[in-house]
């Protein structure tokens, strides 16, 4: 039974390219949730997604960030134009009621 | 605005003995609990939770209380063992159900041998 699964697991990316991080969520679970982690802080929440659907994306910065849960595949949070400010882990999370178990993360590096 | 709080970064127990771990929340909306062990280099992996209708929830060696009126909840772990030390982070929704977590900024749990 696998659990929650992210790829890559580590990325570089370079001001101003594009960077894409990939999550599938544990079997049967059907909600999937982005959180970001800055160093030496705790996780901040960015979005909360069903199949095909955005249900809560309070903590998404305005721009430059996207993210989606289609149909078929993996949840993808998108990040265009990267700055460094931008480092950080990323980690998705999937529950199918209360408790929200979590992949092991992308850890993100901007050059 | 910090709604969940962990206000000790760090804290270091003999093994064997009682670990607490603390946690203070502002938003009086927050209906559920959680905590959460982290690993370097993995994610957050479950541990407990509690909802606001309780004061106690128990679950082998580890006990979390909830002091709603003081806006207050903490990790007990007995006894404490080696395999403990890690990042424990406090977590916090307004409901049951799936919702968005808020987190306190953690705290690093030593246990020393």
């Known amino acids: 039974n696998a659990g929650v699964m992210q790829n890559p697991r580590h990325l570089v990316r370079r001001r101003g390219q594009e960077a894409r991080l990939r999550c599938s969520p544990m079997k049967g679970h059907s909600h999937v949730y982005w959180y970001r982690q800055l160093p030496e802080e705790g996780l901040k929440f960015m979005v909360y997604l069903q199949k095909e659907n955005i249900i809560d994306e309070s903590g998404m910065p305005k721009e430059r960030f996207s993210a989606e849960f289609p149909k078929e595949g993996p949840s993808i949070l998108r990040i265009q134009q990267v700055v460094r400010g931008d480092s950080a882990a990323y980690f998705c999370a999937s529950s199918e009621y209360n408790e929200q178990f979590f992949g092991p993360g992308t850890r993100l590096t901007v050059l | 605005d910090q709604q969940v709080k962990q206000n000790s970064p760090s804290l270091s127990v003999q093994e064997g003995r009682i670990s607490i771990l603390n946690c203070d929340y502002t938003n009086s909306m927050f209906d559920y609990f959680l905590w959460y062990k982290k690993y370097p280099a993995e994610g957050p992996t479950f541990l407990i939770s509690?909802?606001?209708?309780?004061d106690k929830n128990e679950d082998g060696r580890f006990t979390v209380f909830l002091n709603k009126s003081a806006k207050h909840l903490s990790l007990h772990i007995v006894p404490s063992q080696p395999g403990d030390s890690a990042v424990y982070f406090c977590?916090?929704?307004?409901?049951?159900?799936?919702?968005?977590?808020?987190f306190g900024q953690g705290t690093r749990l030593t246990i020393n041998p």
């Open positions: 977590a916090a929704s307004a409901a049951q159900g799936a919702q968005k977590l808020v």
């Open positions: 509690i909802s606001s209708i309780k």
